[in-house]
């Protein structure tokens, strides 16, 4: 299963954000919230957005390859995914609003695409079968 790479790539990503916020928590001696230290702040926002994100790709790449898409279409649907990532958590970290911007673009559209590829290859007759 080639979605199964990207759903790997994805929860390592979101592990490696998972500690970078935990790092900056013993760093700053913050339980809960922020505590006012930006560093903290935008980590925070990185890994929520990527919360936010990561599992509805890696379901719609899976649906994807169970629906019979074209591999090739898997392989760039996940790589314009995480390129809008990065770059998303590229803008963040250099407060560089474009990146942030083209960033969640990008991945809004690859998400956008995975959905519409998704109902290209929907076995249709089976979906709207009365048996």
């Keep these: 299963m080639v979605s199964a790479l990207y759903v790997?790539?994805?929860?390592?990503?979101?592990?490696?954000?998972?500690?970078n916020v935990s790092r900056l928590r013993q760093q700053y001696r913050i339980a809960w919230g922020d505590g006012g230290f930006y560093e903290l702040q935008i980590a925070l926002r990185i890994h929520s957005s990527a919360v936010e994100f990561i599992p509805v790709a890696a379901l719609l790449l899976i649906s994807m390859e169970m629906n019979g898409a074209d591999i090739w279409l898997l392989h760039l649907?996940?790589?314009?995914?995480?390129?809008g990532r990065f770059m998303h958590i590229y803008g963040l970290r250099t407060s560089t609003p474009l990146w942030r911007k083209n960033g969640t673009t990008i991945s809004i559209l690859s998400l956008l695409g995975m959905a519409i590829i998704n109902l290209i290859y929907l076995p249709w007759d089976l979906v709207l079968t009365l048996r």
């Design 77 to 83: 649907s996940a790589l314009f995914f995480f390129l």
């Design 8 to 19: 790997v790539l994805g929860a390592l990503f979101l592990i490696r954000l998972s500690l």
